[in-house]
């Protein structure tokens, strides 16, 4: 999925970029790192994502900025980033990625999967049934469904196009080699 242009709606950490994406956001959280004396204290993480013309937007952010908060402790500002915190920042940074995919141009959230999905059934929408009943259609749409998920970005294409027709993956990777030879004809 390629967005549109936007500008006026672009965080100021990109409006400095060279080149210029056309579309950039990014989403703010915290986490805590264990205190030398027991107790918590706050560091501040950001995840960036950004496009540039062409690009499609990706799961996980391009970027990942954490700061260990100014009133934090001495001990924990002197530990700074570490493994710990990391694991801490893992988990929060994975249910961002679940939960902040871009559908599409309106701004609709999805995940890969449903967007995978719902662009494998629109390509192999009016696919025969088997390329008996006609292999160049057959061929076609079936190439045509995982060029589209390639470009998507998704990697299991063989996987979710086996399973949308009901057919094993072996299967489907025969009937690819078939239609990049050049299917029926």
Excluded: F
């Excluded at 309106?106 to 390509?123: D, S």
Aim: hydrophobic residues 35%; contains cysteine; charged residues 25%.
């Amino acid at each position: 999925m390629v967005l549109k242009r936007i500008s006026d709606a672009m965080p100021k950490w990109a409006q400095t970029m060279e080149p210029r994406p056309i579309w950039a956001h990014s989403k703010e959280g915290e986490v805590w790192a264990q205190g030398v004396e027991g107790g918590e204290e706050n560091c501040k993480i950001e995840a960036r994502w950004w496009v540039y013309e062409g690009e499609v937007v990706s799961d996980s952010p391009r970027q990942l900025v954490i700061t260990v908060s100014e009133d934090a402790s001495a001990g924990v500002r002197g530990r700074g980033v570490t493994a710990g915190l990391m694991r801490q920042v893992e988990r929060v940074l994975s249910q961002w990625v679940r939960d902040t995919h871009w559908g599409d141009e309106t701004g609709v959230a999805t995940t890969m999967e449903e967007r995978a999905r719902a662009l494998a059934q629109r390509h192999l929408q009016g696919m025969p049934s088997s390329p008996r009943v006609d292999g160049t259609t057959y061929y076609s749409k079936l190439l045509g469904a995982v060029v589209a998920l390639d470009d998507l970005g998704y990697e299991n294409s063989n996987r979710l196009i086996a399973e949308l027709l009901g057919k094993s993956r072996e299967t489907i990777k025969t009937q690819l080699r078939v239609a990049r030879r050049g299917g029926a004809s």
